[in-house]
């Protein structure tokens, strides 16, 4: 079982940055691979970002691509995405996720995973 804790979230400008993180706890989380998705008012959730257990693999939505780095730190239960050069239209809830442990592959597919935390908010102002 992993629990996944999202925080980092808020108002910032465009052009602006944000950094969240995700907290997860159980024994499993260095084998775990993990995602970022995002669900923007009346629209779909939507895949961001997504990490290799080691972090030497990782996968980008082509609207976030050079913008925005996910990285992990095993030791810490931590999975963190920097967000720069923000857009109003990257306004959503954001969800960090995990895949089911041993599972290799980077998914892009929500359904692929298994653990989802709460979400939080970020909004880009104009």
């Known amino acids: 079982q992993v629990q996944l804790v999202e925080s980092g979230g808020g108002l910032v400008q465009a052009g602006g940055s944000l950094k969240l993180s995700c907290a997860a706890s159980?024994?499993?989380?260095?084998?775990?691979?993990m995602g970022w998705f995002r669900q923007a008012p009346g629209k779909e959730r939507e895949f961001v970002a997504a990490?290799?257990?080691?972090?030497?693999?990782?996968r980008y939505a082509d609207s976030v691509k050079g913008r925005f780095t996910i990285s992990r730190d095993n030791a810490k239960n931590t999975v963190h995405l920097q967000m720069n050069s923000l857009k109003p239209e990257d306004t959503a809830v954001y969800y960090c996720?995990?895949?089911?442990?041993?599972?290799?592959?980077?998914?892009?597919?929500?359904?692929?995973?298994?653990?989802w935390g709460q979400g939080t908010q970020a909004t880009v102002s104009s």
């Open positions: 159980g024994r499993t989380f260095s084998s775990n691979v």
């Open positions: 996720a995990a895949r089911q442990s041993g599972l290799a592959s980077p998914s892009t597919r929500p359904y692929e995973y298994v653990y």
């Open positions: 990490i290799s257990w080691s972090g030497g693999t990782t």
